[in-house]
C-alpha cells in the first residue's frame, strides 16, 4: 500500500463529497463502520455464523488491530461505492484496493 497515494485518494473522495453537499460523507462512512464492526466483533452470533472445522476459523482477526484495519479498508470501499460516478479510475482504485486485498488474502 502507497500510503501517499492512498490518502491523496480519500482526501479527492471527501473533496468531491464536499462539492455534493455532503462534506460529513467520509467520517459519517467511517463512524458507521467502526461502530456495526465493534458491534459485530463483540455479538457472539456473528462468531458462531462461521463454519467450525476443528477450531473457529474466522475470515476476519478480530483483535483490536484486526478490527481497525477492517473497518478503515471497508469504509474506503464504501466511500468509492457512495461517489463512484463523481471519482476517476484511479481514485476508486486506490480506495477499493485495501479491501480487495484485504478479501483476497489467504
Known amino acids: 500500500l502507497d500510503r501517499a497515494a492512498h490518502e491523496r485518494a480519500v482526501e479527492?473522495?471527501?473533496?468531491?463529497?464536499?462539492q455534493r453537499g455532503r462534506p460529513t460523507l467520509a467520517s459519517d462512512i467511517r463512524e458507521t463502520?467502526?461502530?456495526?464492526l465493534?458491534?459485530?466483533g463483540n455479538d457472539v452470533s456473528f462468531h458462531a455464523s462461521f463454519p467450525v472445522v476443528g477450531r473457529l476459523?474466522?475470515?476476519f482477526d478480530l483483535t483490536?488491530?484486526?478490527?481497525?484495519?477492517?473497518?478503515?479498508?471497508?469504509?474506503?470501499?464504501?466511500?468509492?461505492?457512495?461517489?463512484?460516478?463523481?471519482?476517476d479510475d484511479a481514485t476508486?482504485?486506490?480506495l477499493l484496493g485495501p479491501w480487495v486485498q484485504f478479501v483476497n488474502d489467504d
Open 57 to 59: 476459523q474466522l475470515p
Open 12 to 18: 479527492e473522495a471527501s473533496r468531491v463529497a464536499r
Open 64 to 87: 483490536v488491530k484486526g478490527r481497525l484495519q477492517i473497518a478503515s479498508s471497508l469504509a474506503d470501499a464504501l466511500l468509492a461505492i457512495a461517489l463512484w460516478d463523481a471519482l
Open 33 to 36: 463502520t467502526g461502530d456495526w
Open 92 to 94: 476508486k482504485d486506490e
Open 38 to 40: 465493534i458491534r459485530a
